[in-house]
C-alpha cells in the first residue's frame, strides 16, 4: 500500500505546482498530439470489472475488482480530497489504478501546461525515478499527457494525466509493473478503457 499513498501524495504535489506562479525548472515540451481511442481495448477488457466513479466524473475498466481509498488533506490552497481506485495482480507484480483530484480553486487561476509538467515533475521526484518517455495525448477535449517512468529499482510506470480544466480535476490513470515490462497488452487496454464524461 506505500507505493499508493506516495502516488496520492504526488498528486496534490502536483497540483499545487499548477497552481503556483513559479516553477522549479523548464523542461521541454512535448510536441505531439495524440488523440487516445478506447475502443481496441474493448475486446482484452470484455470480462473486466466495469468501474464508475461515485461522483460519476469517469469510467474504468480493471482486471479485478478494485479498490477504493479517499483520503483528504489540508493544502496551501484548501482542503483536497482525493479518490483512488486500484487493483493489484501480485502474481504478476502489476498495478492498475486511478486518481482523481478536485480541488478548491477558481479554474481561471489554474495553469493546465504548469499542471500537467508538475504531476510530470512530481511523478519522477516522488519515486526517486526518471522520465523516459513523453507525449502530448488528449481525450474528449481534455488536455493530458502520456509518460513512462522507470526506478533505480527498475519499476516501470505508464501514466496517463488529464485536467478537466472546469473542475479544475486532475486525473490519473496509471499502470505499474515491477519487473520493468510494460510491454503487455493489458497495460494499453486499461489505459485505453478509461473514460472521463
Known sequence: MKLYSRTVLLALIAFVSG????IDAIFP???AI????PEPAKSITSNWYGYISKDDSYSAKFPA???EFNQSTDSPIGK???ALVFSEDKTSGRAYLIQSNKYPVESSNFDIERGLTGARDRIAQTYNGSVTGERNISYNGYPGREITLRTQSSVAFKVRIFIDSKGPTLYQAVVTAQDGD????QTTAFLDS???K
Open 80 to 82: 483536497l480530497n482525493v
Open 34 to 37: 495524440q488523440v487516445v481511442d
Open 194 to 196: 478509461f473514460n472521463i
Open 65 to 67: 475488482h478494485p479498490q
Open 19 to 22: 497552481c503556483s506562479k513559479k
Open 29 to 31: 515540451s512535448p510536441t
Open 182 to 185: 510494460l510491454d503487455f497488452v
